[in-house]
C-alpha cells in the first residue's frame, strides 16, 4: 500500500484528504507542523507529501527543501503565480490551490506517484542480491552499501541491463562513452578490475566474469 503523509494545520482539511485517500485505497499519515513532518519523514519515508505552506513553526516553503526524494503537492490558498513558480522551482513536483476539487487532487497523486514508480524503477536494477543506484552512483549487497565512480555505475549498469548476455568491450566503449569520456580502451579493463574488488569486498562473491575474447558478464 502507497502511503501518503498530509501535512496541515487544518484539521477540518486534514480529515477530509484522510478520508478521500483511505477511499483510493492509500495509507495515510499526519503531521500538523513542519517540525512534526520532518520527524515523521525521517522516522518512515512516504511515497509522496500533500503540503500545506502556512504551518506553525517551520513554514511550508522552510520545510520544501529539506525533503530529499519524495514527490510533493503543495496545496494552498496562496494563489499568486510568483508563489507557484516558487515553489515549483524548490522542487515541488505540482500545486494546488485552495480550495480543490477532491477527484482532481487524487488525480493528480495517482500521476505523481506514476512518475515515482517509474523513475525509480530506471534508476534502480537488481541482479540477485545486488542492487544498483544509478542517482546515488552507488550499489547494495545485504544491506551493505559501495560507492562507485561514474565510470564503474555506467559499465554496471550496461552488464546489468544484459545479464545474461556477454557485452563486448566495444560495445561498452560506445554505450557510455557521452557519459564517460575517462573510460578509454586501455583503462576499461582497470575499470572493471575496482569495480569488482569493490563488490567483492562486501560480498564475497565475484559479480562480474570476463567472456574470453567477447568481453564481460554479470555471473549468476
Do not use: W
Amino acid at each position: 500500500m502507497q502511503n501518503i503523509l498530509v501535512i496541515d494545520d487544518d484539521i477540518y482539511i486534514g480529515d477530509m484528504l484522510e478520508e478521500a485517500l483511505h477511499k483510493e485505497g492509500y495509507g495515510v499519515s499526519r503531521a500538523y507542523s513542519g517540525t512534526e513532518a520532518l520527524m515523521a519523514v525521517g522516522q518512515k519515508k512516504p511515497d509522496l507529501i500533500l503540503l500545506d505552506l502556512m504551518l506553525p513553526g517551520l513554514s511550508g516553503e522552510e520545510l520544501l527543501p529539506q525533503i530529499k526524494g519524495i514527490p510533493v503537492i503543495v496545496v494552498s490558498a496562496k494563489a499568486d503565480v510568483a508563489d507557484k513558480v516558487g515553489l515549483l522551482m524548490a522542487g515541488a513536483c505540482d500545486y494546488v490551490t485552495k480550495p480543490f476539487n477532491i477527484a482532481e487532487l487524487i488525480a493528480r497523486i495517482a500521476v505523481q506517484l506514476r512518475l515515482a514508480q517509474s523513475n525509480e524503477s530506471a534508476e534502480k536494477l537488481c541482479f540477485g542480491e545486488l542492487v544498483l543506484h544509478c542517482d546515488t552512483l552507488t550499489a547494495e549487497v545485504g544491506g551493505e552499501e559501495v560507492r562507485l565512480t561514474r565510470t564503474e555505475c555506467a559499465i554496471l549498469k550496461l552488464l546489468m541491463q544484459n545479464p545474461n548476455t556477454p557485452v563486448g568491450r566495444t560495445t561498452i566503449l560506445d554505450r557510455i562513452s557521452m557519459d564517460t569520456p575517462d573510460c578509454t580502451e586501455r583503462s576499461l579493463k582497470q575499470h572493471i578490475s575496482n569495480m569488482r574488488k569493490k563488490l567483492e569486498s562486501v560480498s564475497g562473491h565475484d559479480y562480474i566474469e570476463a567472456v574470453y575474447g567477447i568481453g564481460f558478464k554479470m555471473r549468476g
